[in-house]
Every structure is written in C-alpha cells, then in structure tokens.
C-alpha cells in the first residue's frame, strides 16, 4: 500500500505505538470500571451503617419526636422523610445493585425487618429547609437552624425504606459522594508517565533491533562499488551474525573469482603478444606497403583491444586511495593532451575546491569522456559546476548524437553504435563502460542526453564526501 511507510523501522513503529496507546486506553477504562464499582459498593456500605443507626434512633422516639427530628437527620448526602409513598421493585441492573444495597442494610439492622431499596440516577430532590429544633439531650437549648441543599451533580442514590417499629415508612435517600464521580488525576498522571516511557523504550529497540540491518545495507551498496572494502563484523543477533557472515563470504567469493578472470586473461593477453610481436615483424618484410599498412593497423587494434579488455576487467582502479584532487589542474593538463592529438577542448567554470577522489581512475574516467567526444564531435566544451554537494562535469560535442533506444546500451562492455564500427573512429566499446564504473565508484553517476543544437551531452555527477 501506498499509504504505509518504506522503512521497517517505521512500520515497526506503526505498529507498536497505536498497539500500546490502546492496550493503555483499555487499561484505564477497566480500571475505572472496576473503580467505580468498588466506590459504589464502599458508599454503599457507609450509607447503609448511617441508614441502619438512623432507623434505631427513630425507633427509640415516639411519631411527634420523629417528625421533628428527620430534618434535623436530613443532609445533603442523606435525606430521610416520612411521608414517601411505598416503592416499586427495581430490574435490571439498578435491581442488583438495589439487592446488595438492602442485604448490607439487613445485616447492619439484624432483626429481619422488611427492607425495600431502589436505584435513581437523578439527585435528591433539593434543597430542604431545616426548622429549629430543641432535641433530646439539648439541655432544654435550641439548636441553631440549619439550611441543607443537595448537590447538584449527576450520579448514584439509593432510596431506602424502612418499616419503623411504630409502623411509619422512613425513606432514606442516599446520595454518593461526589468524589466518586471525579476524575482520579493521579492515576492518569501515573498512565501518561508509563505510555512515555514504555514508547520511549520501545523507540529505542525498534532501533536497536532495525539498525544492523540498515548497516548490511549500507555494506551491500559500498561492495557494489569497492569490492575490496573491509570485511563486515560478524556481531549482534544471531540472524544479523549470520547475514553478515554470508555478506563476507559472498565478498570473498567474488574476489576470488574476480582474481582467477584477470589472472587468466593477463596471461592470455601476454601469450597473444607474441605472435602479435611476430605478425608484425613478418608484415615489415611485404613489399606490397599498402597492404603492410592494413595488417600493421589491424594488429595494432589487436593490441588495443587486449589492453583496454584487460584494463576494465582488472580493476586497478579501485584499489587506489582516495586523496584531494585539483579538478581544475587535472582538466587543464587533460586538455593539453588532447589538444597536442588534434583535439579542440574548451574549459568553461572551475571547482570551487578540491575534490576528494581516486586521482589516476578520475583522470581515465573524464579523457575517456573526453577522447569519445573528440572522436564524434570535433569540437568539445566541458563545463565545471560546483556546490557544496556535489561536482558536475558536462562534456558537449557537436556529433551526431545518440539514438534514443541506444542512450543506456553505449553503458555495456564492448557494445558500439553501429554507426561507429568504421576505421575513422574505431574505439573497443569500452570508454563509456569504463567511465561509469568509475563515478560509481566514486559513489556518483554518468549520465546521457542529446542536445536541442546538436551533439551528444555527457554529465559526469560527483558527489563531495
């Protein structure tokens, strides 16, 4: 899918993360589930203590003294009257929790009196004016009055009734706490605080887990450019120990082999300079000149192929170090070369500094440019643009150009334009091949195109390491 991210660190990180906020979400909600159960139930069990006391005192006193002490009972959490009608039986759920309600008022009553209890979701009705009372035990004072309103907030009450001694109906209407119906900012404090750092710690070994394998990536990119590059350490993982260790195998392998093809083909290209020597010699002894001079050309194409097949097989480029090149100085005396050959090279910009590279392998890369242009174009405009990223060298030639289904194969060993397999321009197929391999050793790339004027353009990108 377009939409999911390229790297595996990301997509690991995908998944962990809404993974662990939801496993967090549904922790807290069944903590607060549970929370509010075990509030419910501990507000339940101190109102049916309070209901449980209260139905004593007023059993104690005679109906005048109970209707004038249940306001003075009366508070915003527990409201108690007289006068209520009987209650219905409660279903559902509200029904269970009625249930416990009234067996933990039973037991606190422990005489077996009959208990009906209900559950509302609405508050006591509010606020309930409290008028003086002069109670038993006052000492013959008056209390002072007291003005009780219930709270305003949504939640839980437990309407009690009780069957008094005297055969009155008290109604008890508990209301919970408000506390229990805040948020408990401590717990969420505690969460947001473990969310971090379990992301934190899972970040850290998604990392951890993700960065061996963007280091044998990295290896596998550079092998393609510097088959003799140090050997990978085999360390981490098993599975990363073991990839590495099949990485420095294959590296090996390809050396190997590497080596065996240009040991062989430097001793063919030794062996065949014999009897090249000796055709050579024997055509010096022809009379016929013109056709000495056919024989001499061919051999000595011979001998150029030889050398340039063992050259681009060989690889010596690539073992040499890397140090500060003066770009400039080296295409100006790339210029003098050509120039004494018959070749017409303009310079146009200059590097802003030196570029660290292979000097003798950037040297082959850019007259090889140079020496095909010439061949084709005549005339040969190189241009030098700088930054701080990267170096760009055009060559421009005024030749016939490239045919478009062409422009990538010129890349191959030994492949030619058609048009180029005549004596005029000769060439072995492996300017261009050997060219490339070097910016790509150098980490940069050769590019083609056809000019709108005419001619073939060649763009050589280096990268400033």
């Known amino acids: 899918m377009r939409l999911l991210p390229r790297s595996l660190f990301s997509r690991l990180v995908l998944v962990l993360l809404p993974a662990l906020v939801v496993a967090q979400l549904a922790g807290f909600a069944i903590h607060m589930h549970e929370r509010g159960e ?20 007023l059993d104690s006193l005679d109906a005048a003294e109970q209707r004038n002490i249940v ?40 005489d077996g009196r009959p208990v009906t209890v209900g559950v509302t979701d609405a508050a006591p009705a509010g606020p309930v004016p409290i008028p003086p009372f002069r109670g038993p035990g006052m000492h013959g004072g008056w209390a002072p009055p007291i003005a009780a309103h219930y709270l305003g907030e949504p939640g839980l009450s437990f309407v009690a009734q009780v069957r008094l001694g005297n055969g009155a109906l ?26 971090a750092a379990v992301i934190a710690v899972s970040l850290l070994a998604v990392r951890w887990v993700t960065r ?59 062996d065949l300079k014999t009897p090249i020597t000796r055709l050579r010699l024997r055509a010096e002894l022809l009379g016929d000149s013109a056709l000495k001079t056919k024989i001499a050309a061919d051999l000595e194409e011979t001998q150029s192929m030889l050398d340039a097949a063992l050259d681009y097989l060989s690889g010596a480029a690539r073992s040499e170090a890397a140090r500060p090149v003066d770009v400039a100085a080296l295409l100006e005396s790339l210029q003098a070369n050509m120039q004494m050959l018959g070749g017409e090279v303009t310079i146009e910009g200059a590097a802003a500094k030196p570029l660290r590279a292979k000097p003798q392998a950037l040297k082959r890369c850019v007259w090889n440019l140079l020496d095909n242009a010439v061949k084709y174009g005549a005339r040969v405009r190189v241009a030098v643009d700088d930054d701080e990223r990267r170096l760009r060298i055009r060559v421009l030639d005024e030749g016939p150009g490239i045919p478009a289904a062409e422009m990538q194969k010129v890349f191959e060993p030994f492949y030619r334009v058609e048009s180029s ?5 000769g060439g072995t197929g492996l300017g261009l091949s050997i060219a490339k391999g070097i910016a790509e050793d150098h980490g940069g790339s050769l590019e083609l195109s056809n000019r709108a004027a005419g001619g073939l353009e060649v763009t050589l990108i280096l990268p400033r390491l």
């Open 38 to 57: 075990a509030l419910s139930q501990a507000s339940g069990l101190q109102s049916a203590q309070r209901v449980a006391g209260m139905v004593r005192l």
């Open 71 to 110: 306001p003075v009972l009366s508070s915003p959490a527990l409201s108690v009257t007289l006068e209520r009608a009987a209650l219905a039986e409660m279903q559902g759920q509200q029904s269970a929790r009625a249930a416990l309600f009234a067996a933990m008022l039973r037991r606190f009553l422990g």
């Open 170 to 195: 008290a109604t008890f209407d508990s209301r919970l706490p408000a506390q229990t119906a805040s948020w408990p900012y401590r717990l969420l404090l505690s969460l947001a605080v473990l969310l």
């Open 212 to 270: 061996p394998l963007r280091t044998l990536a990295d290896t596998a990119e550079e092998l393609g450019r510097n088959i003799h590059r140090p050997a990978l350490e085999e360390r981490g993982p098993n599975e990363v120990a073991r990839a590495a260790h099949a990485l420095n195998t294959m590296q090996s392998r390809l050396i190997a082999y590497l080596d065996d093809r240009t040991r062989v083909l430097a001793a063919m290209s030794h």
């Open 421 to 425: 397999r005549n004596r005029a321009t």
